[in-house]
Each structure stands twice: as C-alpha cells, then as structure tokens.
C-alpha cells in the first residue's frame, strides 16, 4: 500500500524567509502525482502545487515550489517570502493511475509564521 | 460556481442515534469520496464511489455506510455512532478523466459523538 510520511508535525519561519516542508512516500508505481494542499484555520482544503511523476521539472507557482526526487521519494514543499496569510496545516498527499479514486495524505505539518 | 456542499457542518450527537451528513456536487463529477481528519494521522479514506450504484470501501470503512443513487449526491451514514467517530469529516469530487484534475474538497463537517 502506499504511504506518505511527513515527519515534521511542526515548522515556524520569520514572516519573508523561506521554509521548506518535508514528504517522502513509498509506491511501486510508475504513473502518479503528488500534491501539497494548505488547510487554513478554516479548514478548508486548498491545492497548492501538484506534481507529475513522469516530469523531471519541478513544479512552480508564484513563491511555493517543489523539490520533487523521485529515486528517493522525496518532494518537499518550498515557501519563499512566507507571509502571514501562509500559516496553515500543509498535508502531502499521492495519487496514483492504479488508485485514482483516492488521495494518500501525510499526517500533516503545521506552519506558523512569526511577525 | 464549482461546490461541494456538505450539511451539516457541525454536529453534536449522542452514541447510538442514527445520522447522516449530506454531500453534494454541481459539477456532474464520477468521482465521490469521504474523509475523515484526526490528529497526527491526516486525512484517510472512509468510502468512495466511482458512479451512481457504485461504492466501495476506502481505508477506514468501519461503522460507516454510504449511497450513491444520485450522481450529485453522496451521503455519509453512521447508523450508530460512537465516541471514536468524532472527527472531522470531507466530501471530495472529481473526474476520472486524468490524475491532475482537480479534487474539490467540501468545507467540512464536525462531528462529535458523546
């Protein structure tokens, strides 16, 4: 079964540096995408970046960016500039052609950003 | 607009008394699922559906029935609740036509079970 791990339950960054979230996850398969998602304190489920797993390229969008290793499973979450308005739960999470009616979700990091 | 409505989004009940939390889709999506959120473990799988009449479970399945017999509609059933099933709990949708569409999350339902 497919697992994704994010080990750091919490991170804190000074308002416009750059923090980085961590996720591995473990699959035998070929054909899936990787996703970050914020949950502000709303609760609401917001896609932040997604990833393919069959492009080298690492996604961007505006000041969040991956680090996507496939050979070692590894994609983590780059936020530059981390503003206020970026403190959140982020959640990793996997989806793949085999199992495409669900998404695998890590455990969850929680950013905090100080003034 | 694309929504996913869910009602209610907060509940308070006691063990044993029957509910069911709605779901809601206008975006003519084949894919349906519900989640539940607990600290330290993420959001996990409870059912989905892959069309109307089809349902099946997901990763976390116990004490929980779902339908489908509208394609809009996927509600969440707990025939008898118990304190263990105080979460917070999504409905999602999606195509099936390719792994990068989007998944559209509802805003939530809490529910707590005393």
């Known amino acids: 079964a497919q697992t994704v791990t994010q080990s750091q339950p919490e991170m804190s960054v000074q308002e416009a540096e750059t923090v980085t979230l961590s996720c591995t996850y473990d699959?035998?398969?070929?054909?899936?995408?990787l996703f970050w998602y914020k949950q502000p304190p709303s609760r609401q489920m917001i896609l932040v970046i997604r990833?393919?797993?069959?492009?080298?390229q690492n996604a961007t969008e505006n000041r969040f960016s991956v680090n996507f290793q496939k050979a070692a499973k590894s994609f983590s979450l780059k936020i530059s500039d981390s503003q206020l308005g970026d403190a959140a739960m982020y959640f990793c999470?996997?989806?793949?052609?085999?199992?495409?009616?669900?998404?695998?979700f890590g455990q969850g990091t929680r950013l905090t950003i100080n003034p | 607009e694309a929504q996913v409505t869910q009602n209610p989004r907060y509940l308070i009940t006691v063990t044993g008394k029957k509910l069911t939390v709605t779901c809601s889709q206008n975006?003519?999506?084949?894919?349906m699922s519900w989640y539940r959120q607990d600290p330290g473990l993420g959001l996990r799988q409870i059912y989905y559906?892959?069309?109307?009449?089809?349902?099946d479970k997901g990763d976390v399945p116990e004490g929980y029935k779902v339908s489908r017999k509208e394609k809009r509609n996927f509600p969440l059933i707990l025939e008898s609740p118990s304190p263990n099933q105080t979460s917070l709990y999504f409905c999602?949708?999606?195509?099936?036509?390719?792994?990068?569409?989007?998944?559209?999350f509802g805003e939530g339902s809490w529910l707590t079970v005393v």
């Open positions: 990833q393919e797993a069959y492009k080298q």
């Open positions: 699959t035998s398969e070929s054909d899936y995408y």
């Open positions: 975006m003519n999506h084949e894919y």
């Open positions: 999602a949708s999606s195509t099936h036509r390719e792994l990068a569409d989007t998944i559209y």
């Open positions: 559906s892959m069309n109307v009449e089809v349902t």
């Open positions: 999470a996997y989806r793949s052609r085999r199992g495409a009616q669900k998404l695998v």
